[in-house]
């Protein structure tokens, strides 16, 4: 039983280092739907921050990667639009680190909406 254990414990780490490992190392393009540029997205500071994957790729466990997999122009059931699941208050994947009043590494519009 121990070293059944011992095994599960192993490839979950192993696949979780494989995850980490194929984050793309050059900035990627994020699309908006519209309206401002799309943004361009470095993965690499945000890993160097200790970040892990699932933080922003939080439907990865369902094959999702993308942020418009799920969230477009429009809210689509329970998943915000794409402004908001970037930007809204509680709910944003950048707002914390990027847009609160006094965050470390606050951010304008033009520094994530490059094209």
Same mark, same amino acid.
């Given at each position: 039983?121990?070293? %059944? =254990?011992?095994?599960? %414990?192993?490839?979950?780490?192993? +696949?979780?280092?494989? %995850? ?17 540029? +799309?943004?361009?997205?470095?993965? =690499? ?33 329970? =998943? ?7 930007h809204?208050?509680? +709910? ?11 965050? +470390?590494?606050?951010k ?8």
């Amino acid at each position: 039983m121990k070293r %059944i =254990a011992i095994l599960i %414990i192993t490839l979950l780490v192993g +696949v979780g280092l494989a %995850i980490a490992m194929d984050a793309p190392t050059d900035p990627i393009k994020v699309t908006n739907f519209g309206g401002k540029k +799309v943004v361009t997205y470095p993965h =690499a500071p945000h890993l160097e921050q200790g970040l892990e994957c699932t933080q922003c790729h939080h439907t990865a466990d369902q094959g999702k990667y993308k942020c418009g997999d799920c969230h477009g122009k429009a809210a689509q059931g329970d =998943a915000p639009k794409i402004k908001d699941a970037m930007h809204k208050k509680g +709910v944003g994947k950048c707002y914390d680190c990027h847009l609160k009043k006094g965050s +470390v590494a606050k951010k304008k519009c033009g520094d994530c909406h490059k094209g």
